[in-house]
Structures are given as C-alpha cells and as structure tokens.
Nanobody
C-alpha cells in the first residue's frame, strides 16, 4: 500500500512560481510512473506531467516550457516546478503513483493564480 502526501500549493499572482512536492511511503519500490494531475472547478481531471522511474517525462501541451517535473528516487519524492503561472492554471493538483496493477492518489493541493 502506497501513501502519497502533496504539499506546496497556495495563492500566487500571475507570472509567479510554485513548487509542488509529493512524498511517497509504503510499497515504494513497486512504483514506476509518478504523475501530476489537476482538476479545475467544473472540468475533468487532466494529466499535467508524468515521469518514469528512469526519468522519461511527458507534459500537457499548455504547460510545456513552464512546468518541470522531477523525481528523487532516493527520497521517494516527485516535484512539479511551476513557473510563469497563469490564472487558467488554477486547480486542485493531485499526485498519482502507478505500482502495477495498482494506482494510488494523493489528497490534492490547491493552486490558485490571481490575475
């Protein structure tokens, strides 16, 4: 059983930066891919960025060049560095870990970008 705890959300002005963290515990050696998703009010949850254990990454088109996902396997933590934030980035951000065949979710952290 994997537990995920996110931190780092908050309120920031447009153009600002935030760094999200997601710490994993329990069953961590079985984790392969870790992802960040987000869900804005009235919208579906969408994949923002993903990173494999080997370090391969993938990004949502609208965040490319602004967001960077990274991973510290030794500390079992994944990060999302968010720069040049826009009001449309406002959402609850969720960490997800895949330890096939299981998928685990964090509780979410709110990111609010004011214009």
């Amino acid at each position: 059983q994997v537990q995920l705890v996110e931190s780092g959300g908050g309120l920031v002005q447009a153009g600002g930066s935030l760094r999200l963290s997601c710490a994993a515990s329990g069953g961590i050696f079985s984790i392969n891919t870790m992802d960040w998703y987000r869900q804005a009010p009235g919208k579906q949850r969408e994949l923002v960025a993903s990173i494999t254990r080997g370090g391969s990454t993938n990004y949502l088109d609208s965040v490319k060049g602004r967001f960077t996902i990274s991973r510290d396997n030794a500390k079992n933590t994944v990060f999302l560095q968010m720069n040049s934030l826009k009001p449309e980035d406002t959402a609850v951000y969720y960490c997800r870990a895949t330890a096939a065949p299981h998928i685990y979710w964090g509780q979410g952290t709110q990111v609010t970008v004011s214009s």
